[in-house]
């Protein structure tokens, strides 16, 4: 069965770098051609689709972080990792690592538990 | 503020039958027939309970069905029951700017 868990540092400070990593299990990245992201959930607020990695490696990212957003995929560890630079406390959030069928209108169909991320000094 | 718009609350009693609405634009909702609907549970993951407007995928019940007007869709829920308390969220995609758009979900409650 197909388990995503996505890891990293549960603070960051304003103006730092964001680094998350989903590790991958019971599945393997190089043998799907399914896509692979990251959704966040600000505190109280609603789902925000942050981006995906195609198994071309190919990448789409919502276009407000996509001057900040970086999304890459490690075939030999089987984990796909996010980066965000220069967070704000806009970008306080729950993250969530999925897994969604080739066509960037499926819907995700395997999801992490999530990792709260807070933006503190 | 989220790029679709849903109900923040709905409420029915068991056996009646509710409706949540999403509300779009011509640019994502209103473009294709691109919309699946979320359950989400307490300390569960996601399910998706409806693709592609309409579409149930195996498993789940027919109590819950989907259709969109315009650019707006709609998840309906019949015959209520307790275990339907969740979470909904609606999602779609908005092809000229490449990106998945996502409501701010609707919390459902089986008064």
């Known amino acids: 069965q197909l388990q995503l868990q996505e890891s990293g540092p549960g603070l960051v400070k304003p103006s730092e770098t964001l680094s998350l990593t989903c590790s991958v299990s019971?599945?393997?990245?190089?043998?799907?051609?399914?896509?692979w992201g990251w959704i966040r959930q600000p505190p109280g607020k609603g789902l925000e689709w942050i981006g995906i990695?195609?198994?071309?490696?190919?990448?789409y990212y919502h276009p407000s972080l996509k001057s900040r957003v970086t999304i890459s995929a490690d075939l030999s560890k089987n984990q796909i990792s996010l980066t965000l630079i220069s967070v704000t406390a806009a970008d306080a959030a729950i993250y969530y690592c999925?897994?969604?069928?080739?066509?960037?209108?499926?819907?995700?169909?395997?999801w992490g538990q999530g990792t709260l991320v807070t933006v503190s000094s | 503020q989220s790029a679709l718009t849903q109900p923040a609350f709905v409420s029915g009693s068991p056996g009646q039958s509710v409706t949540i609405f999403c509300t779009g634009t011509s640019s994502d909702i209103g473009d294709y027939d691109y919309v699946s609907w979320y359950q989400w549970r307490p300390g569960k993951a996601p399910k998706v309970i409806i693709s592609d407007v309409s579409h149930r995928p195996s498993g789940i019940s027919s109590r819950f069905s989907g259709s969109k007007s315009g650019s707006t869709a709609s998840l309906t829920i019949s015959g209520l029951q307790v275990e339907d308390e969740a979470d909904y969220y609606c999602t779609s995609y908005r092809r000229s700017t490449i990106q998945v758009v996502f409501g701010g979900g609707t919390k459902v409650t089986v008064l």
């Open positions: 990695i195609s198994y071309t490696g190919t990448t």
């Open positions: 019971g599945g393997s990245l190089s043998s799907t051609v399914d896509y």
């Open positions: 999925v897994r969604q069928p080739p066509r960037l209108w499926s819907p995700f169909d395997a």
